[in-house]
């Protein structure tokens, strides 16, 4: 009857995407969005914002505000400003250019030092996962796959959840790391 939907409740939550110049945050959101992708590359100014709305099991809505920014901003001091409602981070670097990956433990050492779980939740670290991207190009010969051994022990050492290889042109691993990393935040609760 008209009650259908009555009982369902909705979550907001909020993740960033950070990592270097070009590493494909915005595609990705796009592709998790919008399911479309571009290979222009329009560098991002600051910080863009997306929503996504997702069914998450058969009681709840999910309102995911995804902050996508900027790599240019890593030499900016406004992400302790971006990062203040982040429950969630996903540091993306690009498999076809290994000065990308020096991007990452930068990237989440500027999370760690300045974003943290609010203090009714313990107040420790925001979880992080890790995205390989555009390992379509490995197929085509460029760049390598990663070693999932190494990466393992990487996510290990530096305190990431997971990682994950992704591909925003073939749409490949976007939605399961963003439900891994969503399934992380709601346990936390
Ligand atoms: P900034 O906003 O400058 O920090 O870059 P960004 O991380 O948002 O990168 P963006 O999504 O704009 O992508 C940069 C370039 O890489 C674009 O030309 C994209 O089309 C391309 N790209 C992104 N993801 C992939 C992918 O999975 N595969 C391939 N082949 N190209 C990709
Ligand atoms: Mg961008």
């Known amino acids: 009857g008209l009650s259908i939907g009555a009982h369902i409740g909705v979550m907001k939550k909020t993740l960033v995407l950070v990592g270097d110049l070009g590493t494909g945050k915005?595609?990705?959101i796009r592709r998790y969005v919008h399911n479309i992708f571009?290979?222009?590359?329009?560098?991002?100014?600051?910080v863009d914002f997306a929503l996504k709305v997702i069914q998450w099991g058969p009681d709840w809505i999910v309102?995911?505000?995804?902050?996508d920014i900027a790599g240019q901003e890593r030499f900016g001091n406004m992400t302790?400003?971006?990062?203040?409602?982040?429950?969630?981070?996903?540091?993306?670097?690009?498999?076809?250019?290994?000065q990308t990956f020096e991007?990452?433990?930068?990237?989440?050492?500027?999370?760690d030092t300045k974003v943290a779980l609010p203090d009714?939740?313990?107040?420790?670290?925001?979880?992080v996962i890790l995205l390989a991207n555009k390992s379509d190009l490995i197929q085509e010969g460029h760049g390598q796959h990663v070693n999932p051994t190494e990466l393992d022990q990487f996510c290990q050492d530096n305190g990431f959840?997971?990682?994950?290889?992704?591909?925003?042109?073939?749409?490949?691993?976007?939605?399961?790391a963003a439900r891994h990393l969503i399934s992380s935040i709601l346990k936390l609760e």
């Open 80 to 98: 302790r400003v971006y990062y203040k409602e982040a429950l969630g981070a996903i540091v993306v670097y690009d498999v076809t250019r290994p």
């Open 38 to 46: 571009s290979s222009n590359y329009k560098s991002t100014i600051g």
């Open 63 to 67: 309102r995911l505000q995804l902050w």
């Open 26 to 28: 915005t595609s990705i």
């Open 120 to 127: 009714a939740w313990g107040g420790g670290q925001i979880p």
């Open 103 to 111: 991007g990452v433990t930068k990237w989440k050492n500027d999370i």
């Open 161 to 176: 959840i997971k990682w994950f290889e992704t591909s925003a042109k073939d749409n490949t691993n976007i939605e399961e």
